[in-house]
């Protein structure tokens, strides 16, 4: 059974559970006040009914002092996978379907560089400042965390504060401690208005 | 040298260092790393207790609102509302040799202000440490760095000054708590 979190919480994924290498990290978030006929994502997208936002899920592979070292470390739509392979984006424009994620992001924790300390999971709407849109627009944002191999649900956090006036969602963190990797739900917004802003933020 | 405790480490402070009396006990942190909304307001305060654990009267919680006790043996400097910038953030001056002999204990805690309803934590706070500098030579003795333990709690009990035979240790305690400042007041026996 999946570990609900709540802002701020911090748990150990791999104590325990040595076994786990292969996670999905899914993003998810619905646009306020869509019509959910057509499925949601019709309305995401088409603007059918519901605000057309478009978010985009990306991670940053951060050094052990919290610093993004080189661009490859950025990865988003433009740059779907790690250097060392660890980490792959798959992709924009998901179906949606299933259990809800609009994003998601494949982790092998084993393979994960040892220079990479910690991954920052951020969602942003995409050209939030030229279509004046913030995460007011958005609701019932989500991250969680799939074991690749049993496809159990291990965690999953629910950002429920009220974002109206952010451009991005720093949503939570997967770092190492010793040994282990441990998960933090952040769920913090910020005003950086797209992914190279948050970028620079980080260097 | 100062010397780094991991929790749960005792350390005596006056036997190791003979003619010890007045200390600085500097409390740091750093919060919101994300421009979330909000600023954090973390303060810290003292439990003076006695041989039960518990504070004798309302008098002996010195914080912000009152700033001395143990008949002026104890002084917090003052409230920091930001947390901004290195070093301590808040800062508490004991004279070991002048606390009266009631008390047994001096307790150390931060707690996040008005953290329910701003929607805050000790997951959203690192770096935080405890340390004791010498009054008289400025010397760091002791430093304790809490490590990033902390998820949902919203006080910390840092650590604490006790008295064993006739010597003052420190106790690295570093255990969290839910409920904020008001719980641990009510902890330790004041009715806030």
Redesign the interface.
């Known amino acids: 059974m999946a570990i609900n979190l709540?802002?701020?919480?911090?748990?150990d994924l791999t104590k325990g559970r040595s076994s786990l290498s292969g996670i999905m990290v899914g993003l998810g978030w619905d646009p306020v006040a869509t019509k959910k006929t057509g499925g949601f994502l019709s309305g995401l997208l088409s603007g059918g009914g519901g605000a057309d936002v478009d978010c985009d899920a990306s991670v940053l592979l951060l050094d052990e002092n919290g610093k993004l070292t080189a661009k490859e470390n950025l990865i988003y739509f433009g740059n779907k996978k790690s250097k060392d392979g660890s980490v792959v984006h798959s992709g924009d424009n998901l179906t949606g379907e299933g259990e809800g994620d609009d994003e998601t992001i494949n982790i092998d924790l084993k393979r994960i560089s040892p220079s990479v300390h910690r991954l920052v999971f951020v969602v942003n709407i995409y050209n939030a400042k030229q279509k004046k849109q913030d995460f007011g627009m958005i609701e019932n944002a989500f991250i969680r965390l799939v074991d690749n191999q049993s496809n159990e649900e291990l965690v999953h956090y629910n950002l429920t504060?009220n974002y109206a006036g952010q451009m991005s969602l720093?949503t939570g963190e997967l770092y190492r401690?010793g040994a282990e990797w441990k998960f933090?739900?952040?769920?913090?917004?910020?005003?950086e208005p797209d992914i190279g802003s948050i970028a620079n933020k980080y260097s | 040298m100062a010397i780094n405790l991991s929790k749960g480490q005792k350390v005596d402070l006056t036997k190791s260092n003979p003619g010890l009396s007045k200390v600085i006990v500097g409390l740091g942190w750093d919060t919101n790393k994300?421009?979330?909304?909000q600023d954090f307001d973390l303060d810290s305060s003292v439990f003076l207790l006695n041989t039960e654990g518990k504070t004798a009267s309302d008098a002996d919680f010195i914080f912000y609102n009152n700033t001395t006790g143990a008949a002026g043996a104890v002084e917090h400097t003052g409230d920091n509302k930001t947390g901004e910038g290195e070093g301590d953030d808040e800062q508490v001056n004991v004279d070991l040799s002048a606390i009266p002999a009631a008390i047994e204990k001096a307790t150390f805690a931060i707690t996040i202000h008005d953290a329910e309803s701003r929607?805050?934590?000790?997951?959203?706070v690192s770096n935080s440490y405890v340390r004791i500098v010498n009054g008289d030579t400025n010397e760091e003795l002791i430093r304790y760095d809490l490590g990033?333990d902390?998820?949902?709690e919203t006080a910390v009990v840092v650590g604490e000054l006790y008295r064993h035979g006739g010597e003052w240790k420190f106790n690295a305690i570093g255990s969290g708590y839910q409920g904020g400042l008001e719980s641990l007041v009510k902890d330790f026996g004041l009715n806030s």
């Open positions: 709540v802002k701020g919480q911090k748990i504060d720093i401690q933090s739900a952040i769920g913090e917004g910020a005003s | 994300y421009d979330g909304g929607g805050q934590n000790f997951g959203q990033e902390f998820s949902i």
